[in-house]
């Protein structure tokens, strides 16, 4: 395991349907984040795990939002009834510690919402 | 949310020393970060300072940290075309900057 891996890549859907995405943080990482990137900005924070438990959610995760993290090991982040607006790249990170430290970016997961 | 402000370009020539400056408003951020962006690609952790220090250096990376001031820097001696990027820092985990393109010129 060399890092943080996301599936799929790439996303094309058209407006209404629901998507899923997966993360796979680094063996034994117990922090993992999701985060989503539009062009020209820097990445907006949207939610985080320590183990298992969902610790922090940014208001900017509306109710179509959903992330999980069941056994504490990879994670899913789901969007239902995607609107165009959603057309974004998604990234997920995970880190060793509780306190910070490094932290370890994904490839992400790029959505086009047609 | 916190706000983290970046200049959005800087251009440099080639072996010149480049500085990367932040600006942040959480005087309780424990870590602060510097990730690296090349077109396409994802973001690429350079180095990161506690907020108990004042520098960090690591080969040709210098990290400084004002917190009084609330502004991070990031120094690149020697640079080269390779570190043509984007470079974002961040609040702990949670707050990033818009980004500051940097392009070197040959």
Redesign the interface.
Known sequence: DTGVSQNPRHKITKRGQNVTFRCDPISEHNRLYWYRQTLGQGPEFLTYFQNEAQLEKSRLLSDRFSAERPKGSFSTLEIQRTEQGDSAMYLCASSPTEGGGAVFFGPGTRLTVL | ?ED?EQSLFLSVREGDSSVINCTYTDSSS??L?W?KQEPG?????LT?I?SNMDMKQDQRLTVLLNKKDKHLSLRIADTQTGDSAIY?C?E????????TSLTVIP
Do not use: S
């Open positions: 949310g983290v424990t870590y970060y990730y690609a994802g973001l690429q952790l990161y506690f974002f961040a702990n985990q949670f707050y990033f900057g818009t980004g």
